[in-house]
């Protein structure tokens, strides 16, 4: 008989290649052991309400006036809801003539753009156009549009950060690039390398790969680090003179857990730099609703922003945006009411504002702040895993991820290879038949060869904390005595 097309042996070879580690086997075995009745604790992935954080009152209130626009005709409407809320909605809806069931621009509605916009220019300093600036579903679709733009066949290369968020490694495969890998150094606190950087990309052409762009994520994921703007300029500098595009990821920059390194946009050090590169070096910026201290993931809200790109290239990006119609109209109201939130003297500002960041303003307020939370959290975490025995972790500073070192001895690695497991697949799959904590293996990020590693979020709620870490310990320590682990380092 005849293969018929969707056979498997007859697919897309790109989407065979594909490999996507965060809902990989460790997911999956979770899936089945919570069906089966077994706790599980999904640290897995960065999704902060599935870990039991609150959504913030205000924009899910004006999304829901949005939603049932019936509402606002209700005579009673100002008791349940406050007016701030109600005049938000209805300024939403005024630039969605048709509703939320409707379709928008293609690239987001005109005048959420225009607050994207105003928001950029306040962080960065400098004019944004709403025009370079396009609504995406979440921002995972703004890095696909862009990586399929970008890449034209499979000698096109991608730098990419290793350890990296493996939606780069599975967009790159899907599209028919190659990723050209670049190490970021642990023992830096996940530095960067120039000098192994420029062998990356020398070994590459070597290969006959035309590196084409770069892939930075800051603050980083799985690894945590935050770059200083003298990296940030190196960065740049770099892409000026080997002709990359530069693909800043910065979806995490509202988690922040220290204050040596706050959070500086790739954008705003390219225009400190001035000409020639503020007027050259091809730049795509990507932001999200889903982290921070919003973590609406499920909304499905994102932007990517334009810098020097020509206008050419800018229509074809609309044209390919258009095949979709319209990014989904709720994730866009989210995205306007993350940049454009409610401001002093509005009249749910100081509830906002103790559920963002700890402001008591009145004594009714006692919502825990969500980022000094995260900040508690990441320290939590990372000497949780400090104290364990042949575990060792940088500090998290950005992002949601804790990424510790697992020194795995020697036995434990040649028990993975009976099984048919990556070692820190082994571990993994320990880990959370014992304890039910589900984390992602190091080997879905790439890493080093010979380390192993493993991504756990700092997510689950603060007073849980103590219990998972207590219950990592001592599944790590007789694992350890199991395999007769040698002392830690």
Not at 103 to 111: A, E, F, L, N, T
Not at 179 to 185: C, G, I, M, Q
Not at 191 to 209: C, M, P, T, W, Y
Not at 292 to 300: A, D, L, S, V
Request: contains cysteine.
């Amino acid at each position: 008989m005849a293969r018929k097309p969707l056979d498997y042996e007859e697919l897309n070879e790109n989407v065979k290649k594909v490999q996507y580690a965060v809902r990989g086997e460790l997911y999956l075995r979770a899936s089945e052991l919570q069906k089966e009745g077994k706790k599980i604790i999904f640290t897995n992935v960065g999704n902060p309400h599935a870990l039991g954080q609150k959504p913030l009152t205000f924009p899910r209130q004006v999304v829901a006036l949005c939603q049932a626009p019936f509402l606002l005709d209700d005579p009673n409407v100002g008791l349940i809801f406050p007016a701030d809320a109600i005049a938000r909605a209805k300024h939403y809806l005024a630039m969605a003539p048709g509703g939320l069931g409707a379709y928008s621009d293609s690239r987001g509605i005109p005048g959420v753009r225009k607050e994207v916009a105003d928001f950029i220019q306040k962080r960065d300093g400098y004019p944004s156009d709403p025009e370079l600036i396009y609504l995406t579903d979440g921002a995972s679709k703004g890095v696909m549009q862009i990586l399929n733009t970008i890449i034209r066949n499979e000698r096109d290369g991608i730098l990419v950060p290793v350890p990296q968020y493996p939606l780069y490694s599975a967009a790159i495969s899907l599209f028919g690039g190659a990723l050209v890998p670049y190490y970021l150094e642990e023992e830096a606190n996940w530095g960067l390398d120039f000098v192994n950087i420029r062998q990356s990309v020398a070994e590459a052409r070597s290969k006959g790969i035309t590196v084409r762009a770069m892939v930075i994520i800051n603050p980083g994921n799985p690894t945590g680090q935050c770059l200083s703007e003298a990296t940030i300029k190196e960065l740049l500098q770099f892409c000026y003179h080997e002709n990359l595009v530069l693909l800043a990821d910065e979806v995490y920059q509202q988690n922040i857990y220290q204050d040596e390194r706050p959070f500086i946009s790739a954008r705003k050090v390219l225009f400190d730099m001035g000409p020639p590169l503020s007027r050259e070096v091809q730049l795509v910026s990507f932001h999200t609703v889903s982290k921070g201290y919003w973590g609406e993931c499920g909304q499905r809200g994102g932007y990517f922003e334009m810098t020097n790109l020509p206008p050419k290239t800018v229509d074809e990006i609309y044209k390919v945006a258009s095949i979709a119609l319209s990014p989904n109209v709720p994730g866009q109201i989210f995205m306007g009411l993350m940049v454009n939130p409610p401001k002093p003297g509005d009249i749910s500002y100081l509830k906002f504002a103790a559920e963002r960041l700890s402001i008591p303003p009145l004594k009714l307020l006692t919502v825990k702040s969500i980022l000094e939370s995260l900040r508690k959290r990441a320290h939590m975490m990372t000497d949780g895993f400090n104290s364990c025995r042949n575990v060792v972790c940088n500090f998290t500073e950005g992002a949601m991820y804790s990424f510790p070192q697992i020194r795995l001895p020697p036995r434990a690695i040649e028990a993975a290879k009976r099984a048919g497991k990556a070692p820190d697949v082994f571990y993994c799959l320990k880990l959370l038949e014992a304890t039910g904590i589900s984390t992602v293996p190091g080997s879905g990020f790439g890493q080093k060869e010979g380390v192993f590693h493993l991504r756990t979020t700092i997510l689950p709620a603060e007073e849980d904390f103590p219990a998972i870490m207590s219950s990592f310990k001592n599944f790590n320590d007789s694992f350890m005595q199991q395999y007769e682990g040698y002392s830690r380092m």
